[in-house]
């Protein structure tokens, strides 16, 4: 089975600490993302807003070595396990998963 793009071409990717287990961004990546994640040990997205290839950390530093890449049982989900230099998230935290929903608003 190949993996399953969606109409634009990307699949969405969930990066996680390869030691921690903390799951650390989701992001998509297109076939070229993958391809480049899989020759260089580094992990690269598709950005969305930016409509342009980028790898983790470019401009931070905060690069992800990728150790392992999984995918999902409908081949439409990956998973990146990655030693995370730096953090993950833009704002400045390990994980871009640090807020937590609560109350009855569904909304950030």
């Known amino acids: 089975m190949e993996l399953q793009f969606d109409e634009k071409g990307l699949i969405p ?4 600490d390869v030691k921690t287990k903390e799951v650390l961004m989701l992001a998509y990546a297109n076939e070229e993302a ?6 260089t040990g580094f992990a690269h997205y598709w950005s969305r807003s930016r409509k ?5 950390g470019e401009t931070s530093g ?3 070595r990728v150790v392992e890449i999984r995918y999902d049982c409908d081949c439409d989900a990956l998973l990146y ?6 953090n993950a998230c ?6 871009c998963f640090y807020r937590r ?8």
């Open 62 to 64: 905060n690069v992800q």
């Open 34 to 39: 993958i391809k480049l994640t899989l020759k």
């Open 52 to 56: 342009k290839l980028w790898k983790k």
């Open 90 to 95: 833009h704002t400045g935290n390990y994980s």
């Open 81 to 86: 396990l990655v030693e995370q230099k730096g």
């Open 101 to 108: 929903l609560e109350g009855d608003e569904v909304r950030c």
């Open 13 to 16: 990717v969930i990066t996680q």
